[in-house]
Structures are given as structure tokens and as C-alpha cells.
């Protein structure tokens, strides 16, 4: 099989072997500091191993970087220029780097397409430069590219005012730069690994369709994740979602679905947002899950980077709190999937382990006195039950005889060995939240409510009959 193009096209973005940081300066809390400062950081700590340029005609040195006068004084191992000066001088430092052979750039400026006529122009001659010399846009008007386990990080805003997320297995692909920084804030908050994150703005080059087909063959990342404001080409779109959905889930959040939505999306980034009908029609056609808001969406996204696919629609519900269960069972009928209906040899397995009070079936009630071993006999039970194809489960860390680590370890357990995917749920403060991240640092996913739990388990099996489906055709 022959490499993909894409694949050596973009790889620059994510693992550059040089970085020329063109407007870094040392004037702190300036969009062309933070870069430089990020790569600085990440290059002392070892994570990012590329050398760094940084160019600024004004300047000589920034914190014992040598600083270059022009994008022809760069060394010629530079394969990735990120742009942070203002939008006028683009163009002309566009022609330069053509001359240079830079072949990957970052455009961070705004004040492009999204501000009109004059700027759209601005635009439609940076990507006549880009096409004739084999140059790849991220931007305009971004915060362009994240990426931990390689130190890329052109998000400027100072670790001060946002935390970072740790490295996972999720890329996260928005058109919105500020939505891109809350969602990483966001998700470092959440404890939500992030592969890769890239911010296109104004898609003048890059767009959702390239980084789909990019992340095909991407083996660090598991789930996809879209925020999309509008689509230019719809075609290229779709044919890269059907090529990707057939390896790797991809949940996709569309904003500007409302007129007033729609009008707000074409000020922002100069989409033209489309009906919203057009749009769920071709999520279906090629696979893509729709997510309602963004908890939804990385919901789905780290029950995917964490579980296996269902083999039906089937859920067994396990929970130490009643209440909670029906709250689940609600959900399992509101997202449109099944309650398994437990084999009669199951249910005569739980009562033999059951105290009378505590309730064998679905949702199978282990109640408020239980200790791990009875959610054991619960989590054993459903694994073995043919007629469950997945499995939520209700732990409410309160109850009092209930040995945190212990029921922990078992969930950790039954999640890595079942064939079933396994989600929990965890109510509660922070008490909770720690034992929650403990669960999840062990690889199960957790959820905050019922509903959330199951919505996630829901993308999963919607997903699951997507591909089985295809094997059919």
C-alpha cells in the first residue's frame, strides 16, 4: 500500500523538526511570547526535541535563543513557520517562506476573510503562494496546533490562564480558537487525555476533511472529535468521513444550527453554516456521531478511548443506590438502546449471593449495606449473561461498608478482561471525584450522572451497528 500524501504533508504540524516562531518576541503576555515561551518550556523539559527559531528583525537574542533577522536567515532544517505578526505583512513573509521551502505554516493572525472583502483578498493571495509552492495553511485566525507527547504548542494563552491536558487518545479538531482553549482548560480540569488538538479557524488550506484523513493513520489517536461551525467543500467532507468511520469513531459537534447561530458563525469565522437538516443527514450517511454540547461529546469521545465496542444494544445496569437505577433505565429507553433481560440462570446465581433485600435483575440492585464482593457477584454475573451486550455501573463510593480500592480494583478488572464495554457512574463531591479519577487513571471511564453514563454507552452501540452495517453492504 502506498503512503498517503496527507501523512508527510502534515506531519510537520504535530512533529516538526524546526520551528520558526515569526513575530516571537520578549514583550511578555503577547501572542509571539507565549509561542515561543510554550516551545522554550516544553523544549527544557524534554518533550519537544525540534530546535527553535524565533524572528523578529527587531531583536537579537530572546532568553539565549538566537533570534533571526528574516525568514531567509532560517536554517534549513525548518519545516514548520508559525505566523503571530499582523495580518498586512502575511502575505509578503507567505512569499518568503515559499523561497525558504518551508512546507507546513501556522497562521495565528486573525483579521482575514472573517472581516470582509479586504481581508478574504489578503487571503485568496496567501493561498495562491500556498498552491503553487506545495505549502499546508493551518489558519488564518487560530490557535493552531496542541500536541503533549511532542511539545507543539502554539496555544497562546499563558499556563496561568489555562491548564493543559495530559497526552491521550483523543484529537479534538475545532474551527473555534477560543472554544479549542476552554475545551482544553476544560479537559485538563476533567482529567481527559488529549492525542492531538488543532484549531483551522478560517480553514483557508487544512480543513476537517484533511485531519480526518490524517488521523486514519494516526495510531495514537482512538476517537475523533469535531467542532464545526460550517463546511466549505461538502463533498471532500464526506468521503473523508466515510474513509475514516470505517476505522476510528469521529463525534462531531455543529453550532450555528439555529438562524441566529448560523449569523454568529459566519461573523466568527466566515462559515457559512448551511441548513442544519443537511447536516444531520450526512452525519448519518457517513457514521459521524452527533454530539448535543460539548460534555457529550467527550463523553462519547473517552468512553471510545477506553472501552470496547458493544456486540448489541443490550445493557445491564448494576448500582448500590435505587434511585440511580431508574434514573439509568430512564436513560437506556430516552437514547433509544434496550434493557438486557438477565437468563434465568443469572438471576438464581445473584440470589444465592444476594442478601434477601438486595434486588437480582435489571437494573440488579446491590443496595446501601453492600460491600466490593457483592458488586463482584453483580459484575461476574452480567459478564457471563449472554443477553447483556454492556454494562453500566452505579457506584455510590458513600455507603458505608464499601472499601473504595477495593471495588476499584474490581472494576478495573472486569473492564480490562470482559469482552463487554464497562462504564461507571460516580455521584457525588469531591470525595467522589477522587475516587473517580482513580477509576479512570485505571482505564475505566466515569461519568458524573446516569444519564451521562448511558448517552456515552449510547454512542458506543450506535457506532458498533454503524460498522456492522457497513460489513453488511
Same mark, same amino acid.
Given at each position: 500500500?502506498?503512503?498517503?500524501?496527507?501523512?508527510?504533508?502534515?506531519?510537520?504540524?504535530?512533529?516538526?523538526?524546526?520551528?520558526?516562531?515569526?513575530?516571537?518576541?520578549?514583550?511578555?503576555?503577547?501572542?509571539?511570547?507565549?509561542?515561543?515561551?510554550?516551545?522554550?518550556?516544553?523544549?527544557?523539559?524534554?518533550?519537544?526535541?525540534?530546535?527553535?527559531?524565533?524572528?523578529?528583525?527587531?531583536?537579537?537574542?530572546?532568553?539565549?535563543?538566537?533570534? *533571526?533577522?528574516?525568514?531567509?536567515?532560517?536554517?534549513?532544517?525548518?519545516?514548520?513557520?508559525?505566523?503571530?505578526?499582523?495580518?498586512?505583512?502575511?502575505?509578503?513573509?507567505?512569499?518568503?517562506?515559499?523561497?525558504?521551502?518551508?512546507?507546513?505554516?501556522?497562521?495565528?493572525?486573525?483579521?482575514?476573510?472573517?472581516?470582509?472583502?479586504?481581508?478574504?483578498?489578503?487571503?485568496?493571495?496567501?493561498?495562491?503562494?500556498?498552491?503553487?509552492?506545495?505549502?499546508?495553511?493551518?489558519?488564518?485566525?487560530?490557535?493552531?496546533?496542541?500536541?503533549?507527547?511532542?511539545?507543539?504548542?502554539?496555544?497562546?494563552?499563558?499556563?496561568?490562564?489555562?491548564?493543559?491536558?495530559?497526552?491521550?487518545?483523543?484529537?479534538?479538531?475545532?474551527?473555534?480558537?477560543?472554544?479549542?482553549?476552554?475545551?482544553?482548560?476544560?479537559?485538563?480540569?476533567?482529567?481527559?487525555?488529549?492525542?492531538?488538538?488543532?484549531?483551522?479557524?478560517?480553514?483557508?488550506?487544512?480543513?476537517?476533511?484533511?485531519?480526518?484523513?490524517?488521523?486514519? *493513520?494516526?495510531?495514537?489517536?482512538?476517537?475523533?472529535?469535531?467542532?464545526?461551525?460550517?463546511?466549505?467543500?461538502?463533498?471532500?467532507?464526506?468521503?473523508?468521513?466515510?474513509?475514516?468511520?470505517?476505522?476510528?469513531?469521529?463525534?462531531?459537534?455543529?453550532?450555528?444550527?439555529?438562524?441566529?447561530?448560523?449569523?454568529?458563525?459566519?461573523?466568527?469565522?466566515?462559515?457559512?453554516?448551511?441548513?442544519?437538516?443537511?447536516?444531520?443527514?450526512?452525519?448519518?450517511?457517513?457514521?459521524?456521531?452527533?454530539?448535543?454540547?460539548?460534555?457529550?461529546?467527550?463523553?462519547?469521545?473517552?468512553?471510545?478511548?477506553?472501552?470496547?465496542?458493544?456486540?448489541?444494544?443490550?445493557?445491564?445496569?448494576?448500582?448500590?443506590?435505587?434511585?440511580?437505577?431508574?434514573?439509568?433505565?430512564?436513560?437506556?429507553?430516552?437514547?433509544?438502546?434496550?434493557?438486557?433481560?438477565?437468563?434465568?440462570?443469572?438471576?438464581?446465581?445473584?440470589?444465592?449471593?444476594?442478601?434477601?433485600?438486595?434486588?437480582?435483575?435489571?437494573?440488579?440492585?446491590?443496595?446501601?449495606?453492600?460491600?466490593?464482593?457483592?458488586?463482584?457477584?453483580?459484575?461476574?454475573?452480567?459478564?457471563?449473561?449472554?443477553?447483556?451486550?454492556?454494562?453500566?455501573?452505579?457506584?455510590?463510593?458513600?455507603?458505608?461498608?464499601?472499601?473504595?480500592?477495593?471495588?476499584?480494583?474490581?472494576?478495573?478488572?472486569?473492564?480490562?478482561?470482559?469482552?463487554?464495554?464497562?462504564?461507571?457512574?460516580?455521584?457525588?463531591?469531591?470525595?467522589?471525584?477522587? *475516587?473517580?479519577?482513580?477509576?479512570?487513571?485505571?482505564?475505566?471511564?466515569?461519568?458524573?450522572?446516569?444519564?451521562?453514563?448511558?448517552?456515552?454507552?449510547?454512542?458506543?452501540?450506535?457506532?458498533?451497528?454503524?460498522?456492522?452495517?457497513?460489513?453488511?453492504?
Amino acid at each position: 500500500m502506498n503512503r498517503p500524501k496527507i501523512i508527510d504533508e502534515l506531519r510537520p504540524f504535530f512533529e516538526p523538526k524546526a520551528v520558526a516562531i515569526i513575530g516571537a518576541t520578549n514583550k511578555k503576555g503577547k501572542v509571539g511570547n507565549v509561542i515561543f515561551e510554550n516551545f522554550k518550556k516544553n523544549k527544557e523539559q524534554g518533550i519537544f526535541k525540534g530546535s527553535i527559531y524565533p524572528v523578529n528583525p527587531k531583536l537579537d537574542e530572546i532568553e539565549g535563543y538566537k533570534v *533571526y533577522k528574516g525568514v531567509k536567515e532560517l536554517p534549513e532544517d525548518t519545516d514548520l513557520a508559525v505566523i503571530s505578526i499582523p495580518a498586512p505583512f502575511v502575505p509578503q513573509t507567505m512569499k518568503e517562506i515559499a523561497e525558504k521551502g518551508i512546507k507546513s505554516v501556522i497562521i495565528i493572525t486573525g483579521g482575514f476573510g472573517e472581516l470582509g472583502e479586504e481581508g478574504r483578498k489578503m487571503e485568496e493571495e496567501i493561498l495562491k503562494i500556498a498552491k503553487e509552492n506545495g505549502i499546508r495553511i493551518i489558519g488564518p485566525n487560530c490557535v493552531g496546533v496542541y500536541v503533549p507527547d511532542t511539545g507543539v504548542d502554539t496555544v497562546f494563552l499563558p499556563d496561568e490562564k489555562m491548564d493543559r491536558p495530559k497526552s491521550g487518545s483523543i484529537a479534538f479538531v475545532t474551527q473555534s480558537g477560543a472554544f479549542a482553549a476552554a475545551m482544553l482548560d476544560w479537559a485538563a480540569g476533567a482529567g481527559i487525555g488529549i492525542g492531538k488538538m488543532v484549531s483551522y479557524g478560517n480553514k483557508l488550506d487544512v480543513d476537517d476533511a484533511d485531519l480526518m484523513d490524517y488521523f486514519i *493513520y494516526d495510531e495514537s489517536i482512538k476517537a475523533v472529535t469535531l467542532y464545526i461551525e460550517g463546511v466549505k467543500e461538502g463533498r471532500k467532507f464526506i468521503e473523508a468521513a466515510k474513509r475514516i468511520t470505517k476505522v476510528k469513531p469521529v463525534i462531531a459537534l455543529k453550532s450555528g444550527k439555529t438562524e441566529y447561530g448560523a449569523k454568529a458563525a459566519s461573523s466568527h469565522t466566515g462559515s457559512l453554516a448551511g441548513a442544519d437538516i443537511i447536516y444531520d443527514a450526512v452525519f448519518k450517511q457517513t457514521g459521524i456521531l452527533r454530539a448535543e454540547d460539548f460534555e457529550h461529546m467527550f463523553d462519547v469521545a473517552k468512553a471510545f478511548a477506553k472501552c470496547k465496542l458493544p456486540k448489541g444494544d443490550r445493557i445491564g445496569i448494576i448500582t448500590d443506590g435505587g434511585g440511580a437505577g431508574v434514573m439509568a433505565s430512564d436513560a437506556v429507553a430516552k437514547f433509544g438502546l434496550k434493557m438486557a433481560e438477565l437468563s434465568e440462570e443469572i438471576i438464581k446465581y445473584l440470589k444465592e449471593h444476594f442478601p434477601p433485600h438486595a434486588v437480582a435483575g435489571n437494573p440488579t440492585d446491590v443496595v446501601g449495606d453492600t460491600d466490593a464482593q457483592r458488586y463482584k457477584y453483580a459484575i461476574e454475573a452480567f459478564v457471563n449473561d449472554p443477553n447483556v451486550d454492556a454494562i453500566v455501573i452505579i457506584v455510590l463510593f458513600q455507603v458505608p461498608l464499601l472499601n473504595e480500592e477495593e471495588i476499584i480494583e474490581i472494576l478495573a478488572e472486569y473492564a480490562k478482561k470482559s469482552e463487554k464495554p464497562i462504564v461507571a457512574v460516580a455521584m457525588g463531591g469531591k470525595k467522589t471525584e477522587y *475516587y473517580a479519577k482513580m477509576l479512570e487513571n485505571k482505564g475505566v471511564p466515569v461519568y458524573s450522572t446516569p444519564e451521562r453514563g448511558v448517552r456515552a454507552m449510547a454512542g458506543l452501540v450506535q457506532y458498533a451497528k454503524y460498522l456492522e452495517k457497513l460489513n453488511k453492504e
